[in-house]
T-cell receptor
Framework: RKEVEQDPGPFNVPEGATVAFNCTYS??????FFWYRQDCRKEPKLLMSVYSSGNEDGRFTAQLNRASQYISLLIRDSKLSDSATYLCVVNDYKLSFGAGTTVTVRA | GAGVSQTPSNKVTEKGKYVELRCDPI?????LYWYRQSLGQGPEFLIYFQGTGAADDSGLPNDRFFAVRPEGSVSTLKIQRTERGDSAVYLC??????????????FGPGTRLTVL
């Protein structure tokens, strides 16, 4: 079983739509989680950390459910520039990445 | 300021050859990580350094892979007797130190290795 599993998508949504997707992780002892964004042929970049209480950064909301060991990301009011692959990451000092969820926002 | 840099950006080699991939971390970052990303997959951990020493090399796939960081700054990932399956993007990242808190890892642009 992979450490981090994600729905690969792709999610194809119109501008202004809301899109949400999840990932699950296998190590119940993991304490730290992130969402990274990766554009085509570019390096991953930190989008946001994920906290137990959930957190919001502008149009992005991340939630953590420890009991079910899943993490979610919700994007409101999608922009064309949100088109990317979103990587779910478990941080146990070394990062364990999911395979990524591809989101395409169309005009 | 300067981010993590990696050279070369692209490397094409033939099966059986030896390659070296270089990473220059952000100045002052003591922790350095190597990951490998195959097409359609997320990056996979290979090795990390705290200072000069390899603190965890559990992700190295086999003994053809080796990495050094002799002065605690620049690191070189070395691959002997390359195989076609080694083709991937090799990503380097650095962070201020190691931890599970807010120690963000900053990634370099990667080296795209193609083994023919």
């Amino acid at each position: 079983r992979k450490e981090v599993e994600q729905d690969p998508g792709p999610f194809n949504v119109p501008e202004g739509a809301t899109v949400a997707f999840n990932c699950t992780y296998s190590n119940s002892a993991s304490q730290s989680f992130f969402w990274y964004r990766q554009d085509c042929r570019k390096e991953p970049k930190l989008l946001m950390s994920v906290y137990s209480s959930g957190n919001e950064d502008g149009r992005f909301t991340a939630q953590l459910n420890r009991a079910s060991q899943y993490i979610s990301l919700l994007i409101r009011d999608s922009k064309l520039s949100d088109s990317a692959t979103y990587l779910c990451v478990v941080n146990d000092y070394k990062l364990s990445f999911g395979a990524g969820t591809t989101v395409t926002v169309r005009a | 300021g300067a981010g993590v840099s990696q050279t070369p950006s692209n490397k094409v080699t033939e099966k059986g050859k030896y390659v070296e991939l270089r990473c220059d971390p952000i100045s002052g970052h003591t922790a350095l990580y190597w990951y490998r990303q195959s097409l359609g997959q997320g990056p996979e951990f290979l090795i990390y350094f705290q200072g000069t020493g390899a603190a965890d090399d559990s992700g190295l796939p086999n003994d053809r892979f080796f990495a050094v960081r002799p002065e605690g700054s620049v690191s070189t990932l070395k691959i002997q007797r390359t195989e076609r399956g080694d083709s991937a993007v090799y990503l380097c990242a650095s962070s201020l130190s190691v931890g599970t808190g807010e120690n963000e890892q900053f990634f370099g642009p990667g080296t795209r290795l193609t083994v023919l």
